[in-house]
């Protein structure tokens, strides 16, 4: 059996590079650089991939990072987006299947998003993205997450599929996230309380 070891970072403007180097001349999904639920529609689509790029170069550049990024052996290999909810306002829309439930408010910054992840290829498959989610809630929790919230999906076709990039359920539930929602089959809102309410 396979055993893999990763080293996760967050995602600086020092190793901005890296992060560039893992999506790679188009941007991980088809020149997405990561915007998808951080711009609003139409703004999003009247950006080009330069655009997009550079939204996300800049975000690495704030005090609190845009996510984390896997390595091994000082390659990086995976990517998760993680952040409070207000950073990524296409989350919060009444019309999605992850918008925060009635008594929750997405400006609250004790409640946090886990909501996008990028794995290359031949990492695909081997465990990584539970490297991602363990690494993801423990820079939450650092970062003061009372609340972490994943919106995965229930199957894919295979475990390398490209539409996991919401993640999957199998690897939040072993995380010990529970099911708070499902607006849509399939798509369940799960969350992990780290702390109370105080």
Same mark, same amino acid.
């Given at each position: 059996?396979?055993?893999?070891?990763?080293?996760?970072?967050?995602? %600086?403007?020092?190793?901005?590079?890296?992060?560039?180097?893992?999506?790679?001349?188009?941007?991980?999904?088809?020149?997405?650089?990561?915007?998808?639920?951080?711009?609003?529609?139409?703004?999003?689509?009247?950006?080009?991939?330069?655009?997009?790029?550079?939204?996300?170069?800049?975000?690495?550049?704030? !005090?609190?990072?845009?996510?984390?990024?896997?390595?091994?052996?000082?390659?990086?290999?995976?990517?998760?987006?993680?952040?409070?909810?207000?950073?990524?306002?296409?989350?919060?829309?009444?019309?999605?299947?992850?918008?925060?439930?009635?008594?929750?408010?997405?400006?609250?910054?004790?409640?946090?998003?886990?909501?996008?992840?990028?794995? %290359?290829?031949?990492?695909?498959?081997?465990?990584?993205?539970?490297? /991602?989610?363990?690494?993801?809630?423990?820079?939450?929790?650092?970062?003061?997450?009372?609340?972490?919230?994943?919106?995965?999906?229930?199957?894919?076709?295979?475990?390398?599929? !490209?539409? /996991?990039?919401?993640?999957?359920?199998?690897?939040?539930?072993?995380?010990?996230?529970?099911?708070?929602?499902?607006?849509?089959?399939?798509?369940?809102?799960?969350?992990?309380?780290?702390? !109370?309410?105080?």
């Amino acid at each position: 059996m396979l055993i893999l070891t990763f080293e996760v970072r967050p995602a %600086t403007g020092d190793i901005w590079p890296e992060l560039e180097a893992l999506f790679g001349p188009q941007g991980a999904c088809y020149g997405c650089w990561c915007s998808h639920f951080r711009v609003a529609p139409k703004l999003r689509q009247a950006m080009d991939r330069d655009e997009r790029k550079a939204l996300l170069k800049a975000a690495t550049g704030a !005090p609190l990072p845009p996510g984390l990024i896997a390595f091994e052996e000082d390659r990086p290999v995976g990517w998760v987006q993680v952040t409070p909810r207000s950073h990524v306002p296409r989350w919060n829309t009444n019309r999605t299947v992850s918008r925060p439930l009635d008594s929750d408010y997405p400006e609250d910054p004790g409640l946090w998003a886990i909501s996008c992840f990028f794995v %290359t290829s031949r990492r695909r498959g081997q465990g990584l993205s539970h490297a /991602l989610v363990e690494a993801a809630v423990s820079h939450a929790a650092s970062s003061g997450a009372r609340i972490v919230e994943a919106c995965p999906i229930a199957r894919a076709k295979h475990s390398r599929s !490209p539409g /996991l990039f919401t993640g999957s359920v199998a690897v939040f539930q072993k995380a010990g996230f529970s099911v708070v929602a499902e607006r849509k089959p399939g798509r369940p809102l799960m969350r992990k309380v780290l702390r !109370p309410a105080s």
